[in-house]
């Protein structure tokens, strides 16, 4: 899912500023819609994942068996959809 490729990212070495930006923002412009998604701003659409750093360690090799492993991933505790709840952990 979404956390465990922002943990690969930041295990990569991206700083979290630019992985959060990969995540909200960065699409948001792709898809033409940076003048509504992206930012939390008033008057804006928002959906809201509150994420955590948690002590989760993974462990991952790809095909060329090259080796990532990280000890901290983020996890989703809760996701705001249209101002409503619809994840709790």
Known sequence: ??????????????????????VTSAPA?????????GYLQEGRCADI???????????LRDSENNILEGKKSY??????CDGQVVYRD
């Open 75 to 80: 996890r989703c505790s809760l996701t705001i």
């Open 49 to 59: 994942a509150i994420l955590n750093e948690v002590y989760e360690p993974f462990y």
């Open 29 to 37: 412009k792709v898809l033409g819609k940076s003048n509504e998604w």
């Open 1 to 22: 899912g979404m956390t465990m490729c922002m943990s690969m990212a930041r295990e990569a070495g991206m700083c979290e500023e630019d992985i959060l930006k990969a």
